[in-house]
Each structure stands twice: as C-alpha cells, then as structure tokens.
C-alpha cells in the first residue's frame, strides 16, 4: 500500500476550513494514484475543542461535515479524526474517533481507548473509552488504526502501567499489516526525542511497521510540531515529516529500505524558535488579528518577543512602543531604538513622566506623609499598560506580553500594568533560556543589541534598579523552579541540591503566594514540560507552606 500522512494544520472550531484542508491533501493523495490519506486526530474540530464538545450543534456540524467528506472520495481511501456519537445508553456521550471513507461511504470507525487525563490533557471530560479495537480490512490489507495516546502504553519503553492495556499490542497480535495512529501530539522541548524512542519501541517490538501522523499549528497555549513518522518493523524511523510545517508525507512502504529522509539537526534553541513563532502566527491569525504590537523597554525580554513577532508575522505587522520615564537609562533607550531599526518594525517614543506626575499629584492628599515605594513603581508599569491597551483598542493590533517563566513564577511583574496583553510569548522560557535564545538570534548577526545581552537585567522603575535586587541570581532562580514547579521537589530535597535554604524558602514562599496573578496572566505559549496554564492547577485560597 501507498500512504498519505496529511500533516496538517487545524483550527480549533474551523469545521469547513479544516474539512477544506483535508480535501486538498486527499486530492493529493488521489493524483498521486496512493491508497490512503491519513490525517490527524480531530481534525475536522480541531485539537483541543475543549468544552466546544458540550454543544450539541457543534458535534452535529462535526458529523455532517464528515458525510460530505465521504461522499467525495472514491478509490483512495481517507482517514479523518472526528466526534462521533456513543448511542448505547452507558457512558459519556461522545467518541474520539477516526473513520475510513472510502468509495463515497464510510467505510469503518474506530474510537479512541486510552484517554489522557494529565497536563494539558482532560479527555475523560468529553469521551468515552473505546473497550476493544478490531483491525480494518482495507484493500487486501490488515490495518490497526488508532489514536494518539492508543500508542503511550509500552512496557519496553517504560511507560507501562498508567493503563491497563495496550491498544497497539493488541492490534498487533492480531496480524496487521500495518499499525496506524493518528495523533494530535503538543510539543515540549525534548519531545519529538520521547516520541521517536517509543514508537520505535513498539514497532520493533510487536515486528510491525507503524505509521504515525501528527498535528501541526498552534491553538491557544499548545504548539503542535507534526514530525510525522514512518516507523519500519525492525524500530528503524525510515522518514519523518518536517518540524513546525504543514506537510503531506508520501509513503511506499516497498522502498523502506532507502535511507530515512530526517529532519536536520535541529539545536534546542532552534526548536523553541521555531515553537514559539507557529504558536505566535497562529494565534494571531486564529484569533482573527492582522498585527500585534508591544512595549520595548531596551531590555532583553521584550527584545526577544519582538524578534519571534517579526518572525512569526513579517516586520510590516509588528510595532514597538518606548515609554521612558525619569528612570530610564539612556542605553536602554537606545537599545530599544537599536532593535527597531534592526527588525525594520514601526517605533513609536511615547514618554510616560507626566502622566505618572499627574498620578503621583492625584493621589497626594491620600498619600500624605507617606514615602514613595513598590505603589510608585507599579504605577508606571500600569500606565504603560494604559497607554499599550489605548493603541491595541484603536489600531486593532493584538498586544503581545513580554515576561518570562522566571518572573512570572515569583510574581516579577505587575498585575494590570506589565502584564497587560492578549499573548504572553515567553511566559514558558526561564530566563536563563532567554539569554540562551537570545544569543542564539544573535548567531550570524547582532540583530539584538549587545548591551541588550550584557547589561544587568531590570525593571528601571527606581534609580539604579538592578533585578538581583530583588531576586537571586537567575541560574539560581531557574534551578530551585525546575526543582519546585516542574520535578515537583519538596523544600527539604531542594536544600539538599545545595542551595540556600533561607533562598529556596523565600523563592518557594514567592512562587506559592503568586498564584493569583498568573491565573489572571495572558495565556502564554507551552514548551516546557510544565507550563503556568491550563496544565498546572494550583488553588489560590490555600494554606499549605512547604519550608525546608
């Protein structure tokens, strides 16, 4: 057989526009005289439709859309993930499903079994688990079709044990010919390497050739990579489908001798690029913007979100905004004007000294006999706020946040002011990471400043501020966050690594109390393996105090 694997990109929601999608890839499929096209999980609704599935038209518009699929196709045959209906009376309501539309019907449906409740994933919210999978017989052939999580149950591979059985092992035994999974697979640094290890676990280990075929695009916090696979039965990857690209991957498994056809090397750094770009692009696009803009402060945060802005969106559609104010330094000033021209964005000086004075004034008789001290400083960060929000309203250009994982862990930021926007970009990178990606930009040509790089990081809301003023280092910072956020390491063990235990408690007392402010915070861009969002679910009413 000759495959398909429709690499695409969906909207959440988009049903025609994404059924539009995968016409065009199946008559691709068809001019190329191939089998089948395979496209990935929930395509036609997009993934992850969320609470979208509790509306009944919804899923109804889902289902019509997937008729009309079949009765276009002929004899290539077309599998597309979609919502399908549990009518036995028991269980939740819905299926995650894909079907096979072949000759102008459907042909075969097969559901989802393993359900994914961790992260960012809820799937036993909305659906039903699949109790048996049966192989579908397809053009004298034994196809084992399943869906993404279908394949995260390997005992090689040491993830065994999280579910009570293994979908592909199944199908396997069996006698497929082919194992088929369908996927929509968010990305986090490292994982197209967890990914390729596993599915080439179970293909060599159940000696069966396994195709794979993934999601690309960013919907909301999630950023899709593809990097679709062909796995042959001795655990071999003999292709693999581009990184952050729309793509359709032909497939003949007859020449699965030929040497693979990989993705280059790819650096972290270039992987987190290229993430946050499609997670950029995408968003503004899907969310119905043509432009966004932001403040640059001549600092290395807001520096970096405008070069993945330029990157993601061309630098006709991205404006930064300078607002000075007594505290500013001249080389600040200048590096934010230094990395406008360098990007070719529209810049716009709007100084801030006398609105903030006119605030100070307003406030004197409340503030009488009272010195100036935090209040002060974050009436800056929310007039620029003011003045960013008055120019998104009347340009209709969405405004992108600039603060990073580490600040926003420790509350770094000011509520209403810094952390205004609809898109917080690098609110997933600790700041150590952003130094790293910053100088990555940097690899070929100063394209950020190099004072931007080497100065010391601050807020420049006081004289002489200085973010280690209030912080420590930040290889220190970022070190006791992966412990505490993302290994979930208590007080105690994190002491143990060798750092400062009156500095883990200050900084894990600070993460704890922060909470309200990054539920309030611009969804921002995962790449981690553990994001501030929709994956982590701390209260903030609680009283719980790890102390080492």
Known sequence: MKFLLAQLNATVGDIAGNAQLILN???????????????????????????????????????????????????????????????????????????????GNIKDIRHKTLLPTYDVFDEERYFEPALANEPIFFKKHTLGVTICEDAWNDEDFGVHGRYMTNPLEQLARKGCDFLINVSASPWFLGKNRVRQSLLSSQAKRLGTALLYCNMVGGNDELVFDGGSLVVGADGDIKLEGKLFQSQ?????????????????????????????????????????????LLGLSGGIDSALTAVVAVDALGASNVRGVAMPSEFSSQGSKDDARELA?????????????????????????????????????????????????????????????????????????????????????????????????????????????????????????????????????YEILDAILQAYVVDHRSAGEIVSMGYDQAIVARIIRLIDLNEYKRRQSAPGLKVTTRAFGMGRRVPIAQRYRDKP
């Open 25 to 103: 890839a199946y008559h691709e499929g068809v001019q190329e005289g191939l089998d089948l096209v395979v496209c990935p999980e929930l395509m036609l609704t997009g993934y992850p439709p969320r609470d979208l599935l509790l509306k009944p038209k919804f899923v109804d518009e889902n289902l019509a859309a997937l008729q009309r699929l079949a009765a276009q196709t002929s004899g290539t045959g077309l599998l597309v993930g979609f919502v399908s209906r549990n009518d036995s009376g028991e269980g939740r309501e819905l299926y995650n499903s894909v079907a096979l539309l072949h000759e």
């Open 341 to 473: 021209d360098h990007l070719g964005i529209q810049y716009d000086e709007i100084p801030i000294q006398s609105g903030f004075e006119s605030i100070k004034q307003s406030l004197s008789p409340v503030f009488l006999g009272l010195k100036d001290d935090v209040a002060e400083e974050n009436m800056q960060a929310r007039l620029r706020g003011v003045i960013l929000m008055g120019m998104s309203n009347k340009f209709g250009s969405l405004l992108l946040t600039t603060g990073n994982k580490s600040e926003l862990a420790v509350g770094y930021c000011t509520l209403y002011g810094d952390m205004c926007g609809g898109l917080a970009v690098l609110s997933d990178l600790p700041k150590t990471m952003v130094y790293r990606l910053s100088e990555w930009v940097n690899r070929h040509q100063v394209v950020i400043p190099v004072s931007t790089l080497t100065k010391p990081p601050s807020a420049e809301l006081r004289p002489d501020q200085t973010d280690q003023d209030s912080l420590p280092d």
């Open 248 to 292: 359709n991957l032909i497939v003949n498994p007859t020449v699965f001798t030929l040497e693979a056809k990989k993705n280059h090397a790819l650096i972290d750094e270039e992987k987190i690029f290229k993430a946050l770009s499609l997670g950029v692009k995408d968003y503004v696009e899907k969310c119905g913007f043509k432009s966004v």
